[in-house]
């Protein structure tokens, strides 16, 4: 049992939430026992999860100082933040000051690994990021690509995918050339209508500030002054990695998601994505972010799910077809 008086100016009532909600959340989360009398709190539960629990407290209350108003999604968000390092600052990305607006709302890191992805994004020029599906890797480069755009810090957003389930002979498939390659990049699509009204970004498409395409039909181009992001890269082969990174042209900026467990590749073709986290790895001005399902915000059972994959191929000790799950 160990009792923890907090600071001076806490708003008590900010802290614990309507009904205790805030307390209840971080109770059922790290099964400890919490009991408030006034500014003291008495907390019962396994040694670590005590002192977890402690971390949270302190630091959601030292924000109600400030008069920032807790929400759900920020108890939830320093619950995840802690699960690996247990003591790690909550300051520079639960309640981050790094955030910024689109037309459908706020957009801020969630884990201290985005915190990481976007500080990278804003100081390199080329950034890569690995991870597992639901980690915001294309969510948040889209994001930062139409903050970008907004800001006139570049003329135009390319946004590219793979075709890799097609191989690249879209003539082989039915209806005209957005028939073919439109089921292949209509993730893209999504993320982008889910930060802006769907007209604003059709007209911004019929203008060609935003272009989105498959990765083969970047080849023979320079891409100046534009955002670039190449979402899926685990599905690019060597070769067209290879093409992809040299379009980069002058005040650009390349942007790389993927995840290396789902590859679409047949045995006979390397992935570009594995491939140049070999080769580009100690180059000043390309930097690597790894996510790992601690970072995925989708729902919960998403990241259980992808546990119990790892655990079911470390057990047999094989990647199943070569593959990892599909996201």
Do not use: C
């Not at 009991?35 to 008495?42: K, Q, Y």
């Not at 089921?183 to 009204?197: E, G, H, I, K, V």
């Amino acid at each position: 049992m160990r009792k923890i008086k907090l600071q001076e100016g806490v708003d008590l009532a900010n802290l614990f939430g309507p009904q205790d909600l805030h307390l209840k959340m971080i109770e059922g989360e790290l099964k400890v026992n919490m009991a408030a009398r006034g500014d003291e709190i008495t907390l019962e539960g396994q040694p670590e999860s005590v002192k977890r629990a402690e971390h949270i407290l302190q630091e959601l209350a030292d924000w109600t100082r400030t008069h920032h108003e807790l929400k759900p999604e920020d108890i939830s968000r320093a619950i995840r933040a802690t699960e690996e390092q247990r003591d790690v600052p909550l300051k520079p990305y639960t309640f981050s000051t790094n955030n910024f607006s689109t037309t459908k709302g706020t957009v801020n890191p969630k884990t201290p690994t985005q915190q990481v992805y976007l500080q990278a994004i804003k100081q390199s020029d080329l950034v890569i990021a690995i991870g597992p599906a639901g980690t915001g890797k294309t969510y948040l480069a889209m994001a930062m690509a139409l903050a970008a755009l907004t800001r006139k810090q570049v003329s135009r957003i390319i946004l590219a995918r793979p075709a890799v389930e097609a191989g690249e002979h879209l003539g082989f498939l039915p209806g005209d050339l957005f028939a073919k390659v439109h089921p292949y990049l209509r993730p893209l699509y999504d993320a982008l209508y889910s930060m802006m009204d769907i007209e604003r970004a059709n007209h911004l498409i019929g203008r060609g500030e935003i272009e989105i395409a498959p990765l083969a039909f970047m080849r023979g181009r320079t891409l100046d002054d534009a955002f670039v992001i190449l979402d899926e890269a685990q599905n690019a082969t060597a070769e067209q990695m290879k093409m992809f990174l040299t379009r980069l042209g002058m005040n650009s900026k390349a942007i790389v998601t993927g995840d290396i467990t789902q590859i679409d590749l047949p045995d006979s073709q390397k992935s570009g994505l594995t491939q140049i986290a070999e080769i580009l790895v100690k180059i000043d001005g390309i930097q690597f972010v790894y996510f790992s399902e601690q970072d995925v915000v989708r729902h919960r059972l998403v990241k259980d799910i992808i546990k119990a994959y790892d655990r079911f191929e470390q057990g047999s000790g094989s990647n199943p077809n070569g593959q990892g799950p599909r996201g």
